[in-house]
């Protein structure tokens, strides 16, 4: 399978190819990332790492978004560029969680025993999930939730090490660990649950809340 990787959900956004045949030594890849507050060079990147992987666009098979928890624009400019795709060419969609994304590259780097995951969810909170890395296996131990500084630090205390993007330098023994692109294309081969554009949605953990709007002001006109 030729599968694009997209994950921008958070500053160090990246986009990945992975080309995986039947004889792994045909596997090709290639990723090309950006940093900075706005995502301004997406189909650069992917055109990138196109060409690092000697394929063309109309090659691709799947593309796999990292779906955040994150930054929210960053996650719907992946999420649109990806319906756009499939409407085009009749791809198939994957959405991973970059939380999980980012304990697998966590496990990759040789981060072993148990890891907490702690993204900024805003508003004084984050998003944190438990797991359990070895030599053979990523488990998840600890489901995403939301949760306070202090709570965070309570996990942090068992024995836990914290890995994230920048939030997590607040808290004592953290490794720094983007979500990658490359990553999330490994983990996109091991899945099937592949949905329809319309069905992609960011992960937010919080409920959507609305406000009415007052009604209209009669304005007086001078009679």
């Not at 959900?9 to 992975?18: D, G, K, P, T, Y």
């Not at 779906?67 to 992946?78: E, Q």
């Not at 805003?122 to 939301?146: C, H, I, K, M, N």
């Not at 939030?167 to 660990?177: A, D, Q, Y």
């Amino acid at each position: 399978m030729k599968i694009l990787a997209l994950e921008f959900s958070s500053s160090e956004r990246s986009a990945a190819v992975l080309a995986v045949g039947c004889d792994p030594s045909s596997t090709s890849c290639g990723e090309a990332m950006e940093t900075g507050p706005r995502a301004v060079g997406a189909f650069a990147m992917i055109d990138s790492a196109l060409q690092q992987a000697q394929l063309e666009r109309e090659q691709i098979e799947c593309i796999a978004v990292g779906i955040g928890p994150g930054s929210y624009t960053g996650i719907r400019g992946a999420i649109a560029l990806a319906q756009g795709w499939q409407l085009a060419r009749g791809v198939r969609l994957l959405g991973i969680s970059s939380v999980e994304c980012i304990a697998a590259e966590a496990r990759a780097l040789g981060l072993l025993g148990r890891i907490v995951v702690v993204v900024d969810a805003q508003r004084g909170e984050f998003y944190v999930a438990g797991y359990e890395s070895t030599p053979d296996s990523l488990r998840e131990t600890e489901p995403l939730r939301l949760a306070t500084h202090d709570q965070v630090e309570e996990c942090i205390k068992t024995g836990a090490t914290p890995v994230g993007p920048e939030v997590v330098k607040g808290f004592p023994g953290n490794r720094l660990i983007f979500p990658r692109a490359s990553t999330l294309a490994l983990l996109a081969t091991e899945r099937t649950d592949f949905i329809p554009g319309e069905k992609m949605e960011p992960i937010y953990l919080r409920e959507t809340q609305f406000v009415k709007a007052p009604p209209p002001r009669k304005i007086p006109f001078p009679t």
